[in-house]
């Protein structure tokens, strides 16, 4: 594992960063803070993981989490709504 940019975890700007996506989200997406990019190592292939995420300020009630990668219906990376996260009250974490 390595600890140069492509390494690291944490809120990456949506273009221009070497792990930033190259598709552009929908046009009627905001990411104020950008996009939150990690990589989780020496887990099962298959396995679940929980990741924490803490917000400088309350998330807005409609709040969504999107991805960008393949889906196990398409191997091309395209930007998907995740809808598996867990907002907590107040949202500042998910």
């Not at 091309?76 to 107040?90: I, V």
């Amino acid at each position: 594992m390595g600890t140069g940019p492509a390494q690291t975890a944490g809120f990456i700007p949506l273009q221009g960063h070497i792990r930033s996506p190259a598709d552009a989200p929908p046009a009627n997406l905001q990411f104020p803070l950008g996009l939150f990019d990690f990589a989780v190592h020496n887990g099962a292939p298959g396995s679940t993981v929980s990741i924490k995420l803490t917000f400088p300020n309350n998330l807005p009630r409609n709040a969504q989490y999107w991805k960008y990668g393949p889906t196990s219906d398409n191997a091309t990376p395209h930007w998907y709504h995740f809808t598996r996260q867990q907002f907590n009250s107040p949202a500042t974490t998910a």
